[in-house]
Nanobody, 126 residues
Framework: QVQLVESGGGLVQDGGSLRLSCTAS????????MAWFRKAPGKEREFVAS????????DYADSVAGRFTISRDNAKNTVDLQMDSLKPEDTAVYCC???????????????????WGQGTQVTVSS
């Protein structure tokens, strides 16, 4: 059983930056593909970014590509999301997820991930 705890959310102005972190415990972190998803009020859960087990491969939603960067530290059991040039439409609850057998073709599919954190709120004011 893997436990995931996010931190780093908050309130930031349009154009600002935030760095989210997700710390994992209770499992073999380097065997999981990790991802960030977000959910805004009234909207479906949305894929944000994913990173492979070794960190060699990353994928991003078109809406965040070039602004967000996902990274992981397997020695510290953490996965981070650096968010720059934030926009009001980035406002959402951000959750990290861990998947044990997520094929590369399905990195953006929520139900392929086995464990989820509670989420952290990110609010971008205009």
């Amino acid at each position: 059983q893997v436990q995931l705890v996010e931190s780093g959310g908050g309130l930031v102005q349009d154009g600002g930056s935030l760095r989210l972190s997700c710390t994992a415990s209770g499992g073999s972190f380097n065997t999981y593909r990790m991802a960030w998803f977000r959910k805004a009020p009234g909207k479906e859960r949305e894929f944000v970014a994913s990173i492979s087990r070794t960190g060699a491969h990353t994928d991003y939603a078109d809406s965040v590509a070039g602004r967000f960067t996902i990274s992981r530290d397997n020695a510290k059991n953490t996965v981070d999301l650096q968010m720059d040039s934030l926009k009001p439409e980035d406002t959402a609850v951000y959750c990290c997820a861990a998947g044990n057998a997520v094929p590369a073709i399905a990195y953006g599919v929520p139900n392929r991930y086995d464990y989820w954190g509670q989420g952290t709120q990110v609010t971008v004011s205009s």
